[in-house]
């Protein structure tokens, strides 16, 4: 993608601004996504989650079935687990 820097999604009856440095973790919820922020929001987005990869930026990774991560916001790896911001989350061996 180009430099954006941000996106809006469409949560509760209203778009809302997210920037990208902002986020931390995304959780699949089926054709839903809970999108944690560094500021302990969450946001449900309509939007499944292998879609979503797609159109993030680089610093986003997919780590489990479940979950994509900001890599610049993790704390530390411990074991087989990353921590951000206190949320320990499984790395998956493989996808």
Excluded: W
């Excluded at 499944?48 to 994509?68: G, T, W």
């Amino acid at each position: 993608m180009e430099n954006r820097t941000f996106a809006f999604i469409k949560t509760d009856k209203k778009l809302v601004k997210l920037f990208f440095k902002d986020i931390t973790i995304i959780k699949g919820l089926g054709n839903y996504v809970e999108i944690n922020t560094v500021f302990n929001k969450k946001y449900i987005y309509y939007k499944a989650l292998k879609d979503l990869i797609e159109s993030l930026p680089d610093e986003f990774m997919r780590v489990h079935n479940s979950y994509i991560v900001n890599l610049t916001n993790i704390d530390y790896f411990e074991d087989n687990r990353l921590v951000c911001q206190d949320q320990k989350i499984a790395v998956a061996k493989k996808l």
